[in-house]
């Protein structure tokens, strides 16, 4: 089984930067081919942030472009998120995935992930 625990969430106003932090295991890190960073708001559907692939080429969401980053620092066994010029709409529980089988993590969740944390959440407040 892999844990994926997320932290750094917390309460920024708009405009302001946040780094979130997937900490797993060395094993799970090592035996996962993609991970990526999710966020569901109040109301809304789970949506895709940002992916690694298993080439290492990431992917965003338009939303995230541009001001979000995700990196992996495969001694640590983390994956991160860095988010700048957050907006309100930013708003959301955001969790950290993995998957073991895909190549590439679905962006859009049109099909399932293998493991997820808990969510950290974040508060963008004008």
């Known amino acids: 089984q892999v844990q994926l625990v997320e932290s750094g969430g917390g309460s920024v106003q708009a405009g302001g930067s946040l780094r979130l932090s997937c900490a797993a295991s060395a094993y799970a890190f090592s035996s996962t081919n993609c991970m990526g960073w999710f966020r569901q708001a109040p109301g809304k559907a789970r949506e895709g942030v940002g992916v690694v692939d298993l080439d290492g080429k990431t992917r965003y969401a338009d939303s995230a472009r541009g001001r979000f980053t995700i990196s992996k620092d495969n001694a640590k066994a983390t994956l991160y998120l860095q988010m700048n010029s957050l907006k309100v709409e930013d708003t959301a529980m955001y969790y950290c995935?993995?998957?073991?089988?895909?190549?590439?993590?679905?962006?859009?969740?049109?099909?399932?992930?293998?493991?997820w944390g808990k969510g950290t959440l974040v508060t963008i407040s004008s």
């Open positions: 995935a993995a998957d073991p089988r895909w190549r590439q993590c679905p962006l859009n969740l049109t099909y399932d992930i293998a493991y």
